[in-house]
């Protein structure tokens, strides 16, 4: 099993919580439940509910009714996933905007941690 957290900024704050609390209470009970899947399946988790985006930056795919939402993540050294940010999506393809996001928050939750574990 691998242990999924939320990216914490480094003032304490975590976009993916204030993002989880922004959705209505459907949508965020099943991106609840497909991030106990993740957690559950890890790098075993495939498509319909999960893609790689490349650069070690998968998608998490939500569908309630007519609402996609989407949840960014990475894995990291023992069975970590480190969920980055979460958008609604409006168009077909993700934001580039977003994936940069997660790719900067990737590179940060990285720093931190490395220079806690030296």
């Keep these: ?6 990216y ?20 965020a009970a099943k991106m609840i439940g497909l991030m106990d899947v993740l957690e ?8 319909p509910y999960s893609a790689p985006l490349g650069d ?7 569908k309630q009714s007519s609402n996609i939402t989407r949840a960014l ?5 023992g069975k970590k996933i480190i969920v980055t940010n979460g958008f609604v999506k409006k168009t077909q ?5 977003e994936i940069k996001i997660a790719k ?6 990285i720093r931190r941690h ?4 030296n």
């Design 40 to 47: 559950e399946k890890g790098t075993e988790l495939r498509k």
């Design 114 to 117: 490395e220079n806690n574990n």
């Design 93 to 97: 393809k993700t934001p580039p905007n």
């Design 1 to 6: 099993m691998f242990q999924l957290e939320f």
């Design 56 to 62: 070690g930056i998968f998608e998490l795919r939500c």
């Design 8 to 27: 914490e900024t480094e003032d304490g704050k975590t976009p993916v919580s204030d993002f989880l609390d922004s959705l209505d209470d459907k949508m």
């Design 104 to 109: 900067k928050r990737r590179d940060d939750w």
């Design 73 to 77: 993540y990475f894995f990291y050294t």
